[in-house]
């Protein structure tokens, strides 16, 4: 028996990818397949932690069976990472596999299963793990009423992003602004750049000037989802060169997160 489904794949994040270039980063997308269709997301520029913040939807993907066979066992989705390099062909970085959460024309859209939470998917390289996915998938399927009875895709909206659709609100984390700043050794003498999600910052000779290097960006209030934070150290060449001399990663900024007094609560403890 055939049943007729929507997919909707919700690509928020990836977390510890491979360096696949010379500079210690990478140019991620990723690549969704399921059943004999297939899309890509955006490409996000030298990154380890890509954000993408990215809806795919695949419409009209016919499966065979009977619906608590779709309900129950629904077909296995295929994730590849890859970098995209400016000559030639994408570099393969790793894989995952998912099952999305499947909704029957006859049930209905509501907690706890629906909206799908967004999960981590672990990446893997042949045999080694090779980072993380956060995202979320929902198979629903369309019933009689065609994709009329499918549930509203729920904003936000950036004009600046084209045809991308983002991922839905009640799926995508609640976001926080958070500043991260290094302060450098004096001793230090070469450029670092710290790479903080979809947001480079360099610092120019911080012994010479004594610079704070500094990135700001909105992340999840949910620490669990922050992505590593990764400090390259390079070596300034003739002509406008860098070349990597090491890095390292920050996987976890707990416990360096500084929480400003809430003013209301200090006011309320100070007058009550």
């Not at 695949?58 to 129950?72: P, Q, T």
Request: aromatic share 10%; proline share 9%.
């Amino acid at each position: 028996e055939k049943q007729v489904f929507q997919l909707r794949a919700h690509m928020y994040q990836a977390r510890s990818l491979f360096a696949a270039d010379s500079s210690g980063l990478s140019d991620p997308f990723a690549r969704v397949f399921f059943i004999s269709q297939s899309q890509c997301t955006e490409v996000l520029n030298e990154t380890l932690c890509p954000t993408w913040d990215q809806l795919l939807v695949f419409d009209n993907v016919e499966l065979y069976g009977e619906a608590h066979e779709m309900r129950d066992d629904p077909p296995i989705i295929v994730i590849e990472i890859y970098d995209q390099d400016t000559v030639g062909k994408a570099d393969f970085m790793g894989r995952t596999f998912a099952k999305p959460v499947v909704k029957m024309s006859d049930e209905h859209y509501c907690p706890p299963r629906f909206p799908p939470q967004l999960e981590y998917y672990q990446i893997y390289r042949g045999n080694s793990t090779a980072g993380d996915l956060l995202a979320a998938f929902e198979l629903l399927q369309i019933g009689p009423g065609g994709k009329s009875g499918l549930p509203p895709v729920d904003g936000p909206t950036d004009m600046d992003r084209g045809p991308i659709l983002p991922v839905p609100l009640g799926i995508r984390p609640v976001l926080s602004k958070y500043r991260v700043e290094v302060i450098p050794s004096e001793h230090q003498i070469l450029i670092f750049s710290i790479v903080w999600g979809k947001r480079t910052s360099y610092s120019s000779h911080p012994a010479l000037d004594n610079q704070h290097t500094f990135a700001s960006q909105d992340l999840p209030e949910n620490e669990l989802l922050h992505p590593p934070l990764n400090i390259r150290v390079v070596d300034c060449r003739a002509f406008g060169r860098y070349t990597l001399v090491g890095s390292h990663a920050v996987s976890s900024l707990r416990k360096f997160i500084y929480r400003p007094p809430d003013k209301k609560a200090q006011h309320w403890n100070m007058t009550g």
